[in-house]
């Protein structure tokens, strides 16, 4: 769907070609759309990367990026030329970026694609329909970047545009010392709750001071004593452009649910950040900010949609507007001048305004110019204007048609007053030309510009205001230093600091767009035209109809539709040289009765277009008078129809017979009804008419006497509505008429099928019925149809066939058709034994919980029957022996429900129907009160000489019931499902209220337990299972695992091989905190290697991926009085109990790469799995193209969120 523009193939079609027979015509694909009037590119959404494109917009519109990105030639990046070699370091992401940003620039189209881009990410089809967070993004971006351009002269890009430090200081209040630390960041993250705008935050955090005084002193190391203290944050370098973050995401404990926080958050154009940096001596200009992009994100907190206003700081675009509306604005009521009544443009235009949405169909546009003028466009303009379509398509620089011209909007930048013209120039596309400058009539103003995917809108700088709050507000704030000036050179100019080797692409690129726009242009103005011509034609029977066969008598041409009619005619005279005489051109249609002629075609001096001859139109040409000698009336109100006459035949002595004749004739539409006695010799009697749509009795009319003067339109004939001649005295003619013939799209019958395993001689038969026929005389008329035993009378039962053949639920016999919602044409089985009764329930029921369509059994139970008394009653008629039994009910996609627990319950109480799947389980269901928990052992089988780790009986105790992964063969990791071994030990039954030692202590009584060793509950670890896995950890406050420790495998890489050792529990106490450095403190020392010497990262076996764990991933972000600190449990890594984390040791390898054999299977496996299931969707939707289904998103449960990630090569 998202191919390269540049690999399609455009095929030309010439002006004009003739030929004999029909061809088909392949429509051209479109080319991609050219930029609109505001010169500047969008970037399409490839489903869910809207955050993406915002994000991307940003950093296009930050020069001094996308130069410092354009700095870096190919002999220091690659070049995408040789991405295919495998022995070349290609580094793909900023080569894709530099390419984007090359045609954003200077690439005439509408929007870019970032198809490219996101491949070099790694991302798959999941990924881009998938909609993430932009500022996580933000960071992701940033850190893929710096790996990307390790090595470079560009390494130190990020570093030196976006990169500050803050510093944290702790002042003692008794001798004055100071203890600080300073931090890293790359953007900074602002409160949004209880705070009305970004000065306010930003004097929370580095303005006001926390003291620590009372219960909550401050040890001073100086003092060696606590003391009162003051702590406080300064912002101490600031980076060229800064970067802010609102949090408008929060969690509300209280509903346990996520929310966004839509209150009013101000923000200024311009900032001065002095206030909230350290003392200097510097000059207040360097502290002075001005905003220049405002992400924004209209939804809520589980979806929605980015959008970015952008200032185009080095005006490459064409900032203008409509006047102001108040100005503009035109009422109908106040056009009282004659002169602006007779100027349709200001008519039009002024309805237009009156459109809250400024749009409407063309119909309604000429309806209300109707209702208005009090006279229609065709009366009042046509003939000096055209059509109203055509004075549309004419006035494209003010109106906006639709592809299928079928509505009409008003151009933003059009206004009532000057009549400007935006047409764009036919030349090779220029983004900067003296024209475009011209139309920048401010250039003193802020040229700010609604980038929102494909779309770009000027906008004005007030408008920002608008995304202060709302559900559509502002979400990242983009501010860069005032002292940045731009070079003059780089003002209105694309071009600037583009590397050459990518001008000279995009303009190959736009030249090759310029041919395939023209070429799409010819091609999908020709059209088909049918050239029926009058030598080949005779007049017969009411119509024109052909001498020869249909084919040999069509010419088919294809033509120009900008054309006009004397090129066309004078086409059509050098094709048919033989022609003699005068030559006219008129529309025919094929009706019923033939070919009709309906319209002359004049006014040689208009276009097709302007004279609205459709593609594939029948074109008549003759001498326009005669045709085979025989004078041809033409137009819509003679046209032909074809009736089907009825009367009794005649014998060869003139008496009628009772035989009834049709007889097909045709009429013009505007001859009397009465000439049909003419035509047939009939007497004068009586006339019936009935449409062909009708049917049943009621559908005949009689015509009376005074209207046979009436002409057939008149009456409402059309083409195959029957006319019954009768003859006045007899009135039993219709009677036999209705029976001979029947509607065939009237189904007043069933078929009931003999099941009932008796012999036959029919297997099925056709029972006529009505929506209010009994079912006891379907039944009955069935049993004597199939001459089947008058006792089945007594003992039988109609039963609904679904398109599967199954047997459903008998219909009570004094149910009619409609109360059984049973439909015309249905199946219906007649079947044994019978039909239960109102307070009987007729109920399926199966064994086990693998059933199958169609291998239920039945049972007629009463409603009023407990749920122990009816699983007995299935247990005797199944044959199934023991007690050891419970019953649950099946749903309608065949999934076991809940199970049916009050055993005393009647099934009426418990809201079950006739023809409900109950399941039989095997199992006693528990006590109220009490569990039955199913019990698993975990039981890794650990290979002889393998890897053993110095396990440490605090943190790291393995035990026979530690949930710790079985052994990985090489290249896999530990928890790959291939090595979980889990061994069902029996059920526990337990009560609700327990705690998890009891379980333990139960677990430990079990029969099967006691070939494991296990010296004492603390040596068991509980987890629930999932999917065959360990899922959860369990605790309680008696075991050594506390609520803040992490239980985690670890695994040591093997060097040179693609493997890990076995892995091993490591126990990890976040309660110092969830960081990166922490956890990579606790794994050094678990190795006893130096924290600088190993890489870590978290394995996700769904994806088969690796994600390195490193605090450049997360930002570190700093609230006033509560200090957070990234944390591994939250987005991307989600860090919980039984996560595998690798182990490299960069002392022996030092390459980034975690992933194993396994994982480059895996990810293979599951890209051919989405291959196929594309594939699949795609047929399914070919298949299904008529049916649309819409479904509700506020019903959709929430996705789970996933972590991003961009894969970036190794670079070291």
Request: net charge negative.
């Amino acid at each position: 769907m998202f191919g390269n523009l540049f690999e399609e193939d455009y095929s030309s079609v010439p002006n004009t070609q003739y030929g004999k027979g029909k061809k088909l015509k392949t429509k051209a694909l479109e080319p991609p759309t050219p930029r609109e009037f505001t010169n500047l590119s969008g970037i399409r959404n490839q489903g869910g990367t809207c955050y993406l494109n915002s994000l991307l917009q940003t950093l296009h519109f930050t020069p001094e990026f996308r130069e410092a990105l354009f700095s870096l030639g190919p002999e220091e990046l690659g070049s995408l030329e040789c991405k295919e070699k495998t022995d070349a370091k290609i580094r793909i992401i900023p080569l894709q970026l530099q390419r984007l940003f090359a045609q954003l620039l200077l690439l005439d189209q509408e929007a870019a694609s970032t198809t490219d881009l996101t491949d070099s990410f790694g991302w798959t089809s999941n990924e881009e329909m998938r909609q993430h967070d932009v500022q996580e993004l933000n960071r992701i971006l940033f850190s893929a970047l710096e790996t990307s351009l390790v090595g470079t002269s560009g390494h130190d890009i990020i570093n030196r545009l976006y990169h500050g430090t803050i510093v944290n200081q702790i002042v003692c209040k008794e001798c004055g010392n100071i203890s600080e630390k300073q931090e890293d960041f790359l953007d900074l993250t602002v409160a949004v709750k209880n705070i009305s705008g970004l000065e306010d935050a930003l004097w929370n955090m580095y303005v006001e001071e926390e003291v620590f005084d009372y219960d909550n002193l401050y040890h001073c190391g100086t003092c060696d004593r606590l003391v009162k203290a003051a702590k406080l944050a300064k912002l101490r370098k600031l980076p060229p452009f800064l970067t802010i973050s609102l949090l408008r995401f929060n969690f509300d404990f209280v509903k346990c649910e996520r929310y966004k926080e839509t209150s009013c958050y101000t923000f200024p154009l311009r900032i001065n950040l002095r206030p909230f940096c350290e003392q200097s001596e510097s000059d207040d200009s360097e502290y002075i900010y001005d905003l220049f992009s405002v992400i924004i994100h209209k939804g809520g907190c589980y979806g929605g949609h980015y959008h970015v206003y952008i200032k185009d700081v080095d005006h490459l675009g064409n900032w203008q507007f409509q006047e102001e509306k108040s100005k503009s604005y035109v009422n109908l009521e106040d056009l009282q001048n004659e002169e602006e009544i007779e100027d349709p443009l200001m008519i039009l235009k002024a309805i237009l305004l009156q459109e809250e949405s400024n749009l409407i169909a063309v119909d309604q546009l000429g309806q209300k110019l109707l209702k208005k003028l009090g006279t229609s466009w065709n009366k009042k303009y046509r003939k000096q204007y055209g059509t109203l379509r055509k004075f549309l398509r004419l006035h494209s620089q003010i109106f906006l048609l639709s592809s299928d011209e079928n509505t009409v909007s008003l151009l933003k930048n059009c206004s009532l007053e000057p009549k400007l013209d935006f047409q764009r120039n036919d030349q090779i596309f220029k983004t900067h030309t003296s024209e475009a400058l011209e139309l920048n009539d401010n250039t003193s103003c802020p040229h700010w510009f609604d980038i929102n995917d494909s779309k770009v809108q000027p906008i004005k700088e007030k408008d920002i205001e608008q995304q202060f709050q709302g559900k559509e507000s502002a979400y990242m704030l983009f501010y860069r230093k005032s002292q940045l000036q731009r070079p003059s050179e780089a003002r209105g100019n694309p071009r600037y600091r583009v590397p050459c080797h990518l001008l000279n692409e995009m303009d190959a690129a736009n030249i090759e767009l310029r041919i395939k726009r023209a070429e799409y242009d010819s091609a999908n103005n020709n059209f088909q035209l049918r050239l029926h011509l009058s030598t080949h034609y005779h007049f017969f029977n009411g119509a024109l109809h052909p001498i020869v066969s249909q084919p040999e008598s069509v010419w088919d041409l294809t033509f120009d539709k900008r054309k006009t009619l004397g090129e066309l005619r004078q086409s059509i005279f050098q094709l048919l040289e033989f022609w003699e005489g005068d030559m006219v051109l008129s529309v025919a249609k094929l009706v019923p009765a033939g070919l009709h002629i309906y319209q002359t075609l004049d006014r040689d001096e208009l276009t097709l277009c302007e004279i609205e001859i459709a593609d594939g139109e029948d074109i008549f040409v003759w001498n326009g008078v005669e045709v085979g000698g025989v004078q041809i009336q033409t137009g819509i109100d003679c046209e032909p129809l074809l009736l089907n006459i009825l009367y009794l035949a005649t014998s060869s002595e003139r008496e009628e017979c009772q035989q009834l004749v049709e007889c097909p004739y045709v009429f013009p539409s505007n001859a009397k009804v009465g000439t049909v006695f003419t035509a047939f010799t009939v007497p004068v009697g009586i006339i019936l008419i009935k449409n062909a749509e009708s049917s049943g009795d009621k559908g005949w009319t009689a015509i009376p006497m005074e209207d046979m003067n009436k002409t057939f339109r008149e009456q409402g004939l059309k083409n195959g509505s029957l006319i019954l001649i009768q003859n006045s005295n007899d009135q039993s003619l219709l009677t036999k008429q209705e029976k001979w013939i029947t509607s065939t799209n009237e189904i007043n019958w069933l078929q009931v099928k003999n099941l009932c395993q008796l012999e036959s001689e029919e297997k099925q038969v056709k029972i006529s019925a009505s929506i209010n026929t009994v079912v006891f005389d379907i039944r009955i008329k069935a049993i004597k149809e199939l001459k089947l035993m008058k006792e089945l009378a007594e003992n039988s039962c109609l039963r609904p066939i679904d398109r599967n053949g199954k047997l459903l639920c008998p219909v009570p016999d004094n149910y009619t058709l409609k109360e059984a919602e049973l439909k015309m044409g249905s199946s219906l089985g007649l079947c044994l034994g019978k039909a239960p009764t109102s307070t009987q329930l007729f109920l399926f029921f199966t064994t086990g919980s693998d059933v199958q369509p169609g291998t239920e059994m039945e049972i007629i139970v009463e409603e009023t029957t407990s749920v122990r008394d009816c699983l007995k009653i299935m247990l005797e008629k199944s044959g199934t022996p023991g007690d050891m039994w419970h019953l649950r009910k099946m749903d309608w996609c065949y999934e076991t429900g809940e199970p049916l627990c009050e055993e005393d319950a009647t099934l009426k109480e418990l809201m079950i129907c006739s023809g409900d799947t109950l399941v039989l389980i095997e199992g006693k269901l528990p006590t109220t009160g009490f569990l039955k928990v199913p019990i698993w052992w975990y039981q890794p089988q650990v290979p002889s000489g393998h890897w053993k780790s110095h396990v440490d009986q605090k943190s790291c105790a393995v035990s026979p019931g530690t949930a710790q992964t079985a052994p990985s063969t090489q290249g896999a990791p530990g928890n790959v499902h291939e090595e979980i071994a889990l061994h069902y030990l029996g059920d526990v039954e337990i009560s609700e209220d327990a705690a998890l030692v009891d379980l333990k202590f139960q677990v430990m009584t079990l029969p099967s337990f006691s070939e494991i060793v296990g010296p004492s509950p603390s040596f068991l670890r509980a987890w629930t299972v999932e999917n065959r896995h360990p899922g959860r950890l369990l605790r309680n406050p008696q075991q050594q695992l506390s609520p803040k420790d992490l239980l985690l495998r670890a695994q040591l890489r093997i060097p040179s091989e693609r493997a890990y050792s076995l892995s091993v529990d490591l126990v990890w106490d976040t309660a110092k905190g969830c960081t990166a450095a922490s956890l990579r403190q606790r794994v050094a020392d678990f190795c006893s290697l130096p924290v600088e010497k190993i890489e870590i990262a978290k394995y996700f076996p769904e994806k088969f991926e690796w994600l390195l764990i490193s605090s450049q991933n997360q930002q570190i972000t700093k609230r006033k009085k509560k200090k957070k600190q990234e944390n591994l449990q939250g987005a991307p890594y989600y860090l919980k109990d039984g996560d595998i984390i690798g182990i490299k040791n960069l002392l022996v390898e030092e390459d980034d790469d975690f992933s194993t054999i396994r994982d480059d299977i895996g990810k293979e496996k599951q890209k051919q799995l989405a291959l196929g299931k594309k594939k699949s969707r795609e047929a399914h939707r070919v298949h299904n193209s008529d049916v649309s289904s819409v479904l509700d998103t506020a019903a959709r449960p929430h996705r789970p969120e996933e972590s991003l990630s961009i894969r970036v090569g190794s670079f070291r």
